[in-house]
């Protein structure tokens, strides 16, 4: 069950519910108010069938510019428009705020409809001329025009016809694509509960999934789809384009509101801050700092930082699930005027905490293509994961890396940055060695703090493609391999022994159990799997790095007593050990019983 959604548009009085009824026989003012003023001042919603069997809703909006913040919400979720301009007044004042709107969004498929043509039959011609005119550098440029009467019922079935050549053109809408329902009512109905409703211009809804409602400054809130009606009649699917009433589980009518969204959950980037290029509208350089932005239903308050004429970044009050591409409508807070449009060439931009930096964003922005920049974005980073890009809109299923960019497991990583990494890592490990020529390597965590957060999730491939070696939590440079011959197994099992208790060194006994006498141990030690210590005192190569780890916590300065009890050794292991450590610099003594840690 899917349908076309057509908004209305044009000047307060123009016919355009009249319009709406006599198409559908509908009444599209939903409040008493409205019918008692025969004044639009919410959105009104109406349907039919046109005579190919198209079904067709309509969103009729208010044409006064006291309510240009309600005839936002209906026009911003539209993808086809139906121009109003009554033949006896011609274009007017919000004529002209309505057509900024449609460029600002970029609506681009509709028809123009001069109405009240039998009050003024001569001047119907002029009226489409002037409305062609105005329309010219919009989405509607090329229209096709229609003179009716509403209450005549003069021309409606020619009206009929055009519309269903119009919507036989527009695009089929995606229904595989990301859900977000922005939602333009909210109430409750007796024995349901919460209901909401919206356009449904892309996505699939469906009866039991779970979903999230998010936006207007609120906590995100997960709620549970307990049924679905598209034009009065119930259903257990919804596919774009569609009119959706939603019954919701878990949330109170009270509690939702226009200008929210129901998204699916984890698919969407939640957007603060964006950077964007004018589409339509005043220059940026023109615009005020703080103004309100529009997207969908939302209306939110904004802040704007100005590249230059063309390029602007944009604090939001509160975040909004957006994506590249996504269009805003700027408008004046204080004159509710359209000022314009901007299209996001990035929701998730970079600081700029540095003099300068503004203007130098401000040239990437200005060569950035519409679609956003993904090898700037993964560049950026160094690395970025394919679901984040995904989220902000840079990738899709026939999105393919670019050529500086390698996917590595659900990764996209910058190959430039990535040899940076790696030279970066063997320069460091080389210094290590150079300093201290028993060194164990760096650690893991010394290792990925310089080269970032991003890299971090590939350390292992870049020690092997840097021609290193990591050894029990150390990266290295590769060792010498010693032949151990049949002392091998009696050193593996003389290293698992000293892995679980790195500090009780085995007796001479011990060792002599194990296959190993002077002769093995020495070879051991060349190929450093063992350290040698005074006293037949034998350990791993990283006892010295870990005795280090538990004397710093220990109260400066410390005892020797103090120190055997922190390692849990004895004096036989502890005072060869601490020699060893006073030999390397790592501690300091300071008289016969207490030494620091000075490293």
């Not at 011609?90 to 460029?103: E, F, K, L, N, V």
């Not at 030279?423 to 650690?443: C, F, P, W, Y």
């Not at 060349?526 to 040698?532: C, D, E, S």
Request: charged letters at 25%; a neutral charge; aromatic letters at 4%.
């Amino acid at each position: 069950m899917t349908t076309h959604v057509v908004a209305t548009a044009g000047h307060v009085d123009h016919g355009k519910s009249t319009l709406i009824r006599a198409l559908t026989g509908m009444e599209p003012d939903r409040w008493e108010e409205e019918r008692r003023r025969g004044l639009t001042i919410d959105l009104g919603f109406a349907w039919t069938t046109l005579p190919s069997g198209r079904e067709v809703a309509f969103v009729d909006v208010p044409g006064h510019e006291r309510f240009i913040r309600n005839a936002l919400a209906g026009l911003a979720t539209a993808p086809v428009v139906c121009f109003v301009v009554a033949a006896d007044e011609g274009w007017s004042a919000q004529s002209s705020d309505h057509r900024d709107a449609i460029a600002a969004l970029g609506i681009r498929h509709g028809l123009i409809v001069v109405t009240k043509a039998d009050r003024a039959p001569d001047l119907v011609a002029a009226t489409i001329e002037r409305a062609r005119s105005e329309l010219a550098h919009t989405g509607l440029r090329d229209a096709p025009a229609v003179a009716v009467s509403a209450v005549q019922s003069i021309g409606l079935d020619t009206l009929k016809q055009v519309l269903d050549d119009v919507l036989a053109e527009t695009p089929a809408p995606d229904a595989d694509g990301r859900l977000r329902l922005w939602i333009d009512r909210s109430f409750s109905v007796s024995g349901a509960g919460t209901v909401v409703t919206g356009t449904l211009v892309a996505g699939t809804l469906t009866k039991d999934a779970r979903l999230v409602v998010v936006g207007d400054g609120r906590e995100p809130r997960e709620v549970v789809v307990r049924g679905l009606e598209s034009r009065d009649s119930a259903a257990d699917v919804l596919r774009p384009m569609n009119r959706a009433a939603v019954n919701l589980r878990g949330v109170a009518a009270g509690e939702i509101r226009r200008g929210q969204a129901l998204i699916a959950p984890g698919a969407w980037f939640f957007a603060t801050v964006v950077d964007a290029r004018r589409i339509g509208g005043a220059a940026l350089d023109e615009v005020p700092e703080q103004l309100t932005v529009h997207i969908g239903t939302a209306t939110v308050p904004a802040r704007l930082r100005r590249f230059d004429a063309e390029h602007a970044r944009i604090t939001l009050d509160w975040p909004l699930p957006l994506i590249v591409g996504d269009r805003l409508l700027l408008r004046d807070p204080g004159r509710h005027l359209v000022l314009g449009g901007v299209g996001v060439l990035d929701p998730d931009p970079p600081p700029l905490p540095r003099r300068g930096d503004g203007a130098r964003r401000g040239v990437a922005l200005a060569a950035m293509p519409p679609e956003g920049d993904v090898l700037a974005k993964v560049a950026s980073r160094g690395a970025v994961e394919a679901d984040y890009l995904r989220r902000i809109g840079l990738l899709d299923a026939d999105t393919a890396p670019p050529p500086e960019v390698r996917e590595v497991s659900n990764w996209w990583v910058h190959l430039p940055t990535y040899d940076d990494w790696r030279l970066k890592l063997r320069v460091m490990v080389e210094n290590d060695a150079q300093q201290d020529q028993l060194t164990l390597g760096i650690s893991q965590g010394a290792a990925r703090d310089p080269l970032g957060p991003s890299a971090a999730h590939f350390i292992d491939q870049l020690v092997a493609d840097a021609g290193l070696e990591l050894h029990n939590g150390y990266v290295r440079l590769p060792r010498v391999r010693v032949d151990l011959g049949r002392a091998e197994v009696g050193v593996a099992k003389l290293e698992a022994r000293l892995l679980a208790n790195p500090f009780l060194a085995p007796l001479v006994g011990d060792l002599a159990a194990l296959g190993l006498g002077a002769r093995e141990l020495a070879a051991a030690e060349r190929a450093q799997r063992v350290l040698r210590l005074q006293g037949g005192v034998v350990l791993l190569p990283s006892a010295p790095e870990l005795a280090i780890q538990a004397l710093a916590q220990l109260p400066q300065p410390f005892t020797t007593s103090q120190a055997r009890q922190a390692l849990g050794t004895s004096r036989r292991v502890a005072i060869p050990l601490l020699e060893h450590l006073d030999g390397r610099g790592w501690t300091r003594r300071i008289d016969d019983e207490h030494r620091e840690v000075v490293r």
